[in-house]
């Protein structure tokens, strides 16, 4: 099992030490560093600043919106930085929520999720392999667009620059089990935002058929201390985010996903009290065993008997979300 770093997206402004924290698990060996994006910072700037300042380690999205780009859009970033980083890019994707697409990017949530995300990838794949002009009769993502309100002007194209890799790996971010079983038949591999190796059950159904070589890569928070209970609040924190605020009370994918891995009751308490505005009550009410299973927290001998549950799964990259050079040194000393 390898390690990643995940710094996510930026808060009020840029964090002065994403670019420390990448070279520094780029010392310590860990495999990929990944940025991302909600309505604020883009996910593939930061990528590129720190590509111009570290050499060897790989650089991931985890997950460039698609409802931000075109799928030609999106693959021409992904081949321009896999060029300037010299074969380095990963490019994760994910389709967001209803709120957010409608919300934030003003463009309509597809009905049919399913068919959106495989035309999207249709398209990236076509760009990148650039073995023909991008062609694609599709219900969101047509190429070239023959919608009633064009020009019938368009002409199928294929990107004037050469990308450096063909295969360049794609991977998704996926919540629903039909979402999940399609990404292990279209991508390379998955990012799955919450993973318990004590609950494999929840994914059982949709990872069957494995390809060989597919990537399964999960962000667990992780912080090396003393006090178990203060350690998990930041995870607990960002649970009552996700699973409260980041989606509608009827539409919620995140609290679905809480659901299914066994805190169902729990997952609509969070979601009413966060609705309610009262937030701290929200954040006290994630369960600690659900923070817990999902995240790398407490003392060294702790996560070190922990991270070997995570290493008898399927995790094939295990990407780190902390800011504490200590806890990543750590974890490198225990993985090696």
Not at 126 to 141: N, S
Not at 270 to 281: C, D, M, N, T
Not at 314 to 319: A, F, G, H, S, Y
Request: aromatic share 8%.
């Amino acid at each position: 099992m390898r390690l990643g770093l995940a710094l996510g997206y930026w808060g009020r402004g840029p964090s002065a030490d994403h670019v420390p924290l990448a070279q520094e698990a780029e010392r310590l060996g860990y495999h990929s560093v990944w940025t991302a994006e909600s309505w604020g910072s883009d996910a593939f700037t930061p990528l590129t600043w720190i590509a111009a300042q570290t050499s060897r380690i790989k650089l991931g999205t985890a997950v460039a919106q698609m409802a931000a780009r075109s799928p030609t859009t999106t693959a021409m970033h992904a081949l321009t930085l896999d060029h300037l980083s010299g074969g380095r890019m990963m490019l994760g994707l994910g389709l967001s929520g209803p709120q957010v697409v409608e919300g934030w990017y003003g463009r309509p949530f597809p009905k049919s999720p399913l068919t959106a995300t495989r035309e999207y990838v249709d398209v990236v794949r076509q760009v990148l392999r650039r073995e023909a002009p991008v062609e694609l009769d599709g219900r969101f993502h047509s190429h070239p667009y023959r919608g009633p309100d064009g020009t019938g002007l368009g002409k199928p194209l294929k990107p004037i620059t050469h990308p450096l890799r063909a295969e360049l790996p794609v991977l998704l971010g996926a919540e629903g089990p039909k979402n999940i079983a399609q990404t292990t038949r279209i991508a390379d591999g998955w990012l799955p935002l919450y993973w318990s190796p004590t609950r494999p059950q929840a994914y059982e159904a949709s990872l069957t058929e494995l390809p060989e070589g597919f990537l399964i890569a999960p962000m667990a928070r992780a912080h090396v201390c003393d006090d178990l209970a203060e350690g998990l609040l930041p995870v607990k924190a960002m649970l009552g985010f996700y699973i409260g605020g980041m989606g509608h009370a009827a539409r919620n994918f995140h609290a679905d996903l809480m659901a299914r891995m066994g805190f169902e009751e729990e997952a609509r308490r969070v979601q009413e009290l966060f609705l309610a505005g009262r937030r701290e009550e929200a954040v006290l009410a994630v369960p600690d065993a659900f923070a817990d299973d999902i995240s790398l927290v407490g003392p060294r001998e702790r996560i070190a008997e922990r991270l070997e549950l995570w290493r008898k799964g399927p995790v094939t990259d295990l990407l780190v979300l902390s800011t504490d050079p200590h806890t990543l040194r750590v974890l490198a000393e225990l993985n090696s």
